[in-house]
């Protein structure tokens, strides 16, 4: 008896919802069962798994002529290019924007002037490899804060990709000197542990002053050290330095390299230098 209730409560269920559900159910197949609809797999395929796969040359790629038309001047797009890679800076108009103070970096890889300061067209250009070594690991921090704010849109086809979007050999070149640069770092920094560097001031009546203390530099040590001139191999100028001369490290005290400040105690912590 409950059975035939049930069926009955059932076939009339059905014929109740049969134009509105059964009929959309069958026009709408994919959308009530997606487990059994083969294009749900099929744009997993496409949007997850194919990208992981893509490689570098499916990248969009912008000529010279063509990333120049994302300057602000035509339309609302304002596109820049560090180091080969492009970036869409359109919400910072108020700075890349037309007549806005950094509009010169619209539309082209100007990577010099991010550390050169010179806006002017010579000095808007792409070509770093006779900068300072000191000076390239902070165009490499300006690309890290381009990756971090703004949407990356591709690769400029020029000084640094080529028209597959690969390497060029100024690119390859470019990253040997960024690591040479790294590695001189890595070696100063080492070397102002060794020898930190001084306080430094200069008042008008006294001029200038250099001292040491435990913590002078910015390198916390338990000797308070001398201040010295250090000179630079090769070359005549030098950084002052605060050197421990205890007894178990007498051999500093004779280096050539380090140099006594003129009217100053050997084993005085404070010297006035002449400028």
Known sequence: MGSRIFFIILLLLVCYFYHESIVDIA??????FPFLNTTTYLDLIKHVAIPKFKSDSDENLFTVDELKTYNGENSNLLYISILGQVFDVSKASSYYGVNQVYHGFTGRDASRAFVSGDFSELGLTDDVLDLPLQDLPHLTDWLKMYQSKY????????RFFDENGYPTEYNKEFQKRLLQAEKEKQLENADKE???PCN?????DKGSRVWCTKKSGGIDRDW?????KLFVPGSQTYRCACINISPQNSKYAMDTKFSEYDGCDSNSHSCFVET
């Open 27 to 32: 026009l709408n197949f994919g959308i009530y």
């Open 151 to 158: 949407k990356y849109k591709g690769k400029l086809i020029g």
């Open 224 to 228: 308070i050290g001398v201040p010295r």
């Open 194 to 196: 060794l020898f930190p």
């Open 200 to 204: 430094v001031e200069w008042t008008a």
